[in-house]
């Protein structure tokens, strides 16, 4: 959340730097060793050209109807390419129909088998049956279809029948017919509906990579910040996602759905804020998520949902590298409420939460303690794990003790489209032998009925979703399976000769064990976990802390970072960073050393908050380095007193202190929660202690005293000789003027002018001084 908005803006620290750039450098590598090999690879294949049977490629692009019957006509079209660097001429390009298959396993040992096999591989139907290529220059590529009755094939029988289609002819260096290449695949034949079909319960898994941040906007709504956009391109029309619900909605399947995709993509709908470099913009693909959540509620109405636990946690990671770390499993069972809620709130369905899914279906007793941990009492295996001793397909349902079900999947039913999809030949071929193992799985007991689950990869690629369509909307006829959904498959009366032992620990596949989580990634967790179960006790409204952080560590340990090391490891140093930037928003100001004059005094430590939030529950706490020059509130080395800061505000919290001696005093302020946690990085300072006795407050009273009585007398003096000189003036001044009347009247008795006509003085100015009585102005 963006409790502070200046920590949007912080810049990188080191340790992230570096994971961006290597988890850069992992993303380029395959692109840069590509480039690097590419003349390698082109001087290998040049040297190294394809011989024998494998010197032509043969692609089956369309194989229709997939599933025949009597009477029908098989159309097969394909591709061939001259891999060789000779010509190929007499070309000529069969098709091959074997025997009927009476296993699986042996279903599976032709689908292994690349090159031609004389003694293995069935003779060509011949005659009209044939596509004519009289040359294939060395690269080049030719189409062919061809098209064959279904009684022309020998289909005698029920059952799974090989299919190959070859091309024979010869080179310069090759003389004489002989096969340059093939492909098989498989033929199901099954004319008429068997009286016990197969029940078949396929999962829809709608699952993503984690896109959302714990962080927020400052806003009353807390706008979600996506840490990209590329969901958007999943969800968009022709978008992976887009595909998973356009198919699934006309697809007898089971929706497994993990629930913080639906709330991301809910986010979505509304305001969301997209991370770019150390900014954030504004996320601009509102309509986008709300078409796919639309269809995705339309598409689930009427159908079974499976939620599994919020984010999809790794149950193998927890079990194997989490588990020993103190709290790891305190998520799962928040997670899965919160799985229910989610997926009831925005789809309007009630889900089942009922099921945890290990990764691949691999288990082993520790995985299985942990899958029910959080309350589940079914948990999705597979059959690679749950190794089962019997000449046929047991029901996929079983007991395993302590009100447990493992609901054990297919192993080759699940994995049948994991491959290149792209390419049209591997789809074919896929499909085909899909319905092929279905087939057999049927008629390995005919009379009895059994139920087999199928679970896909997590995320399918959009390829993959529309080769799984197809197979199941190639048994759409229902002529040897039917459909079941998983919770009523986890139901079904289990095979009393099935296994229900546990695998041990040492059976746990070495390659899945090395893709897990590392414990380090679950003491990251552990540490968010405790520093927001810190930080949440102390605000005013801690679930706008406590929800996004919390999701944020849900996400940490998903499942979809597997193969994903340093992008899971930057994800986990983002979320503990900013949780730590937000609590460092509430502190302690610096204070500079303090003068403490006298016996006692009070001492202010102010602490700020700058979260958009209010903050309570905190203590302060001073203590005191010397008890014997300075003690605080009544005679205490330590004192405490609470602290509650309204947003964006501060606080300045005073104590008082009383001294006894002189010096420094080192003093140490400390947040506290109140159950006595420290919170935030202690505060050091320096009370400087100058105590004045009475005695010498005595001596300085009586020196103002004097100098006080000093100034008054010499106010006094100079008040009385102004007087004086005042006097003596004014004499002066009297005697001046009577001198100044007589000389006025002498002078009229001797001038006969009058007053009005004075004579002009024209006689040259006196040089002696001036009189006694005279006022010269200087």
Not at 37 to 64: I, N, Y
Not at 304 to 321: C, G, T
Not at 683 to 703: D, H, Q, Y
């Amino acid at each position: 959340m963006a409790e502070a908005a200046d920590i949007q803006g912080t810049v990188p620290s080191p340790a992230r730097r570096w994971l961006r750039r290597t988890a850069s450098l992992l993303a380029g590598a395959p692109l840069l060793a590509g480039l690097l090999q590419m003349p390698v690879a082109t001087v290998a294949s040049a040297a190294e050209a394809p011989t024998g049977s494998r010197t032509v490629d043969v692609s089956l692009d369309t194989l229709t109807p997939s599933a025949p019957l009597e009477g029908d006509t098989l159309t097969v079209s394909g591709t061939v390419t001259n891999q060789g660097k000779q010509t190929v001429t007499d070309a000529r390009v069969d098709v091959r129909v074997g025997p009927r298959m009476t296993s699986r396993s042996q279903i599976e040992q032709v689908s292994g088998r690349t090159g031609f096999r004389a003694g293995s591989d069935p003779a060509p139907l011949g005659g009209t049956f044939a596509v004519k290529i009289p040359r294939l220059a060395a690269g080049l590529s030719k189409e062919f279809t061809l098209s064959l009755p279904v009684s022309k094939l020998g289909l005698d029988d029920a059952g799974v029948y090989q299919l190959g289609v070859s091309l024979s002819g010869q080179t310069t260096a090759q003389p004489g017919e002989r096969v340059l290449g093939i492909e098989r695949t498989f033929l199901p034949y099954q004319p008429e509906a068997t009286e016990k079909k197969t029940q078949l319960t396929y999962l829809w898994p709608l699952i993503s990579s984690a896109h959302v941040s714990a962080q927020t906007g400052t806003d009353d709504q807390q706008t979600p910040v996506f840490e990209n956009d590329e969901l958007a391109g999943e969800l968009a029309p022709g978008g992976r996602l887009d595909h998973m619900v356009t198919l699934g909605r006309e697809l007898p399947v089971t929706w497994v759905i993990d629930p913080d995709l639906l709330a991301t993509v809910d986010a979505m709908t509304r305001s969301y804020q997209v991370k770019s470099g150390t900014e954030t913009v504004p996320g601009k693909n509102q309509a986008v998520a709300k078409r796919w959540l639309d269809s995705l509620e339309k598409a689930v109405v009427g159908r079974k949902v499976v939620a599994l636990p919020f984010a999809d946690p790794d149950i193998a990671s927890l079990a194997h590298r989490g588990k020993d770390v103190p709290g790891s499993l305190s998520h799962l069972q928040p997670a899965t409420e919160l799985a229910a809620t989610t997926v009831e709130t925005i789809l309007h369905v009630q889900p089942s939460t009922d099921f945890s899914w290990p990764v691949d279906g691999a288990v082993d007793p520790s995985i299985m303690d942990v899958a029910t941990s959080a309350g589940a009492h079914k948990v999705i295996a597979r059959s690679d794990s749950f190794r089962d001793d019997l000449p046929y397909t047991p029901t996929a349902a079983r007991p395993v003790g302590g009100g447990t079900t493992a609901v054990v999947s297919d192993a080759y039913l699940s994995t049948a489209f994991e491959g290149d999809m792209v390419r049209t030949g591997n789809s074919t071929v896929a499909v085909q032998e899909f319905l092929a193992q279905s087939l057999a799985v049927t008629l390995e007991q005919p009379e009895q009925q059994r139920s087999i689950v199928v679970a896909p990869q997590r995320m399918p690629t959009t390829a993959q979703a529309q080769t799984m369509a197809t197979a199941l909307r190639d048994l759409s006829a229902q002529r040897w399976t039917q459909p079941l959904d998983l919770i009523a498959a986890a139901a079904v009366k289990p095979d009393p000769d099935a296994a229900t032992a546990v695998p041990g620990a040492s059976r746990y596949p070495q390659a899945l064990r090395k893709q897990e989580l590392p414990v380090q990634a679950f003491r990251d967790m552990k540490d968010t976990r405790e520093e927001l179960d810190d930080f949440k006790v102390i605000l005013s409204q801690p679930d706008r802390v406590v929800t996004p952080f919390g999701n944020a560590i849900s996400r940490e340990m998903s499942t979809s970072w597997r193969g994903q090391a340093p992008s899971a490891s930057l994800y986990r140093i983002e979320v503990l960073d900013y949780l730590r930037g937000l609590t460092e928003e509430v502190r302690l100001i610096e204070k500079s050393d303090l003068m403490l004059s006298g016996r006692s005094a009070t001492i202010p430590v102010t602490v700020q908050n700058k979260l958009l939030q209010g903050v309570d529950h905190l203590v302060l706490r001073l203590t005191s380095g010397n008890k014997t020059r300075l003690k605080l509130n009544g005679g205490d080395a330590v004192a405490e007193l609470p602290v509650r800061i309204s947003a964006g505000h501060s606080q300045s919290v005073k104590f008082t202190a009383s001294a006894n001696a002189n010096g420094p005093v080192p003093m140490t302020a400390q947040l506290f929660t109140e159950d006595g946690t420290p919170y935030g990085q202690p505060m050091a300072f320096t009370v400087k202690v100058s105590e004045i006795t009475p005695t010498v407050m005595l001596v300085l009273a009586g020196g103002v005293l004097l100098l006080v009585l000093a100034g008054a007398r010499m106010y006094t003096q100079r008040k009385r000789a102004a007087a004086r000189n005042a006097e003596a003036e004014a004499e002066e001044d009297a005697e001046a003027e009577a001198a100044e009347d007589a000389d006025d009247e002498a002078a009229e008795d001797e001038d006969p002018e009058q007053p009005s006509d004075p004579t002009p003085d024209t006689g040259h100015e006196s040089g002696d001084p001036s009189g006694p009585g005279e006022k010269v102005d200087r």
